[in-house]
Nanobody, 115 residues
Framework: QVQLVESGGGLVQPGGSLRLSCAAS????????INWYHQAPGKQRELVAG???????NYADSVKGRFTISRDNAKNTVYLQMNSLKPEDTAVYYC?????????WGQGTQVTVSS
């Protein structure tokens, strides 16, 4: 079992930055691939970025060059640094911990990009 708690969301103006955190507890954190998804109202949940236990990363095309995912296994935490935010980045952002056998989700944190 893994428990995930997201934090760092909020209201930011276009062009601004936010850093989301996903704190994990309950299992061996380093074996999990950690993903960030977002879900805008009326839309499906979409993968934003992911990082493996070994540090390999992947990003959605829409955020490449603007978002950076990183992890600190000693702190059981994954971060999503979001720069140059756009109104279309507005969504609830969810943290997901996954292996081939299991998948766990946090409760989500709201990110609103608006002037």
């Amino acid at each position: 079992q893994v428990q995930l708690v997201e934090s760092g969301g909020g209201l930011v103006q276009p062009g601004g930055s936010l850093r989301l955190s996903c704190a994990a507890s309950g299992s061996i954190f380093s074996i999990y691939t950690i993903n960030w998804y977002h879900q805008a109202p009326g839309k499906q949940r979409e993968l934003v970025a992911g990082i493996t236990g070994g540090g390999r990363t992947n990003y959605a095309d829409s955020v490449k060059g603007r978002f950076t995912i990183s992890r600190d296994n000693a702190k059981n935490t994954v971060y999503l640094q979001m720069n140059s935010l756009k109104p279309e980045d507005t969504a609830v952002y969810y943290c997901n911990a996954a292996t081939v056998a299991a998948s766990y989700w946090g409760q989500g944190t709201q990110v609103t990009v608006s002037s």
